[in-house]
């Protein structure tokens, strides 16, 4: 079953408190504590609290929380993209020509 984020708590207590809600709901969820469960950055912004993809909307009545709208990347970002990747081509095919005209 998929998982989905239903909250973003910035400290792993905070985290674990809302799966504790959410399990006494009925509700499975998980904690995941992305880079910070490996000690290689600060709990700030790491912490997701995980659901299964049907007990969604049941969660967020619980937490009285909305789910995330995500939108698609929008042109200007494309445009920025499109140029790194050019300028990575570019780079690369100048390192080949002077490798090769040695």
């Known amino acids: ?5 239903v909250a973003f ?7 674990e408190g809302i ?8 509700i499975a969820a998980r904690v995941d504590r992305g880079l910070h469960g490996s000690w290689q ?8 609290v995980f659901v299964n993809a049907k007990d969604e909307a049941r969660a967020h009545k619980v937490l009285g929380t ?7 990347p929008g042109p200007a970002i ?3 993209v499109a140029v790194l990747v050019g300028a990575l081509v570019l ?5 080949a020509v002077t490798l090769l005209s040695r």
């Open 91 to 95: 780079g690369i095919v100048a390192i």
């Open 19 to 26: 799966a504790s809600t959410l399990r006494v709901a009925g």
């Open 78 to 80: 494309r445009v920025v």
């Open 9 to 15: 708590p910035s400290d792993e207590v905070s985290a």
């Open 1 to 5: 079953m998929a998982e989905v984020p």
């Open 41 to 48: 950055l600060p709990a700030q912004g790491q912490m997701t």
């Open 66 to 72: 909305t789910a995330r709208e995500e939108a698609a």
